[in-house]
């Protein structure tokens, strides 16, 4: 028996669920919205990944500046105002 494809086996389609599904989507938007729709999505999802990547790679920075922001406070044990 051959275990089913990752994408449908975590929503739990078969391939038979799956085509009535499309078929539901095809007659609810018709043939000549599906291709702008896919378009959309798939223009969505590059965005999403762009983000995610770009969160990735500012991190670093971004701890890096809190690290110098915590250096750049005074020390709470040291007194601030000046004693004679």
Do not use: W, Y
Not at 7 to 18: N, R, T
Not at 42 to 62: L, V, Y
């Amino acid at each position: 028996m051959c275990a089913p494809a990752l994408p449908l086996a975590i929503f739990g389609f078969s391939g038979s669920e799956l085509l009535i599904v499309f078929l539901i989507v095809l007659l609810l938007f018709g043939g000549s919205k599906l291709p702008s729709l896919a378009r959309g999505l798939g223009q969505s999802i590059k965005e999403f990944k762009k983000a995610s990547r770009e969160d990735d790679e500012t991190k670093p920075a971004d701890a890096d500046a809190t690290k110098a922001a915590e250096a750049k406070k005074p020390d709470p044990s040291t007194p601030t105002h000046g004693t004679n």
